[in-house]
């Protein structure tokens, strides 16, 4: 499963009079995936069950202001193994 990024865009001014002076830009995107797989084997009453799980997400900002900018990113993997062990009783 992938969920296709998403990029967004804002700003900020301040009128003073009749002038307009823009004060901050701040625009980014961000993606965020993941998938899932799992089995199980066994045979009557005892089965022995497996699964995988991985996410992830990464993005980055931009973001511009009078006399600077900065971009900030970030990024991260969640695995997630799981057993089971099922009795039918």
Known sequence: MVNSGMATSTGMSVGVSS???RVLDVSGTSVHYGGQIGGAIGYRWVWLAFE???YGMS???NVTYPGGAFTPSFGGLVVAPSFALMLQI
């Open 19 to 21: 002038t307009e002076t």
């Open 52 to 54: 995988l799980s991985m």
């Open 59 to 61: 993005g980055s900002a």
